[in-house]
């Protein structure tokens, strides 16, 4: 045999990190007497556990995400929607600004003119309904500060105390969110037994525009 096939022989075969690793574990369990197929066991469930705790962060930061994005296209119009509200107001005051008489011998084209204001105004406050913004009518309901701006008190024995009798001007949510409170007058003097809290999802919604 030729000295150049003896080398060829005489090399040892190549072993993997892998192999070597599981190799040392192996030996070093021998070594402490704990069963290798034990360790490899335990070694498996910590791999598990590990995978099941990323797997778990990454859905909870998926879920943060998506209610974060959420979120931005819901409230995106908040600022927006405040100053369209101030139209909505000076409309509202400017219908309210005239008497029900001159209402009702105005002309035709007056007439068509206060109609055509009307239609303006909910028609806006259509188009906010649809992005999400609503109008409350919290009259006869509990006083809820989270909802409501109590602006005087009005003295009425006759319904529970702290109910609001009026509505100085109207409040709006948007999504679950104030988006401006209702500024109210509430009762004083009345019973104290007064109506059941109302949550934002109690809060009762104005149709009528």
């Avoid at 190799?23 to 704990?34: F, I, M, P, Y």
């Avoid at 974060?68 to 100053?83: I, L, M, P, T």
């Avoid at 948007?174 to 500024?183: E, F, T």
């Amino acid at each position: 045999m030729s000295d150049e096939n003896k080398t060829t022989e005489e090399q040892p075969a190549e072993v993997s990190p892998e192999t070597e690793a599981a190799a040392a574990q192996s030996d070093a369990a021998e070594d402490s007497g704990d069963d290798p197929i034990e360790v490899l066991r335990a070694e498996n469930a910590e791999l598990r556990d590990r995978a099941l705790r990323a797997m778990a962060e990454m859905e909870n930061l998926r879920r943060r995400t998506e209610k974060e994005v959420k979120d931005a296209r819901q409230y995106a119009v908040s600022g927006f929607a405040r100053d369209v509200l101030t139209v909505s107001d000076n409309l509202h005051r400017a219908l309210e600004a005239l008497p029900e008489e001159d209402r009702r011998n105005a002309d035709a084209g007056v007439a068509a003119l206060i109609e055509g204001v009307e239609m303006i105004e909910r028609d806006l406050l259509n188009q906010l309904e649809k992005n999400g913004v609503r109008k409350l009518n919290p009259e006869g309901q509990k006083f809820d500060p989270n909802f409501h701006q109590a602006m005087f008190e009005v003295p009425n024995t006759e319904v529970p105390n702290n109910t609001v009798v009026q509505v100085v001007q109207a409040g709006y949510v948007i999504g679950d969110r104030v988006l401006r409170p209702a500024m109210v007058g509430v009762s004083k003097g009345g019973p104290k037994e007064a109506a059941q809290p109302q949550s934002e999802a109690g809060q009762t919604v104005d149709k009528s525009a």
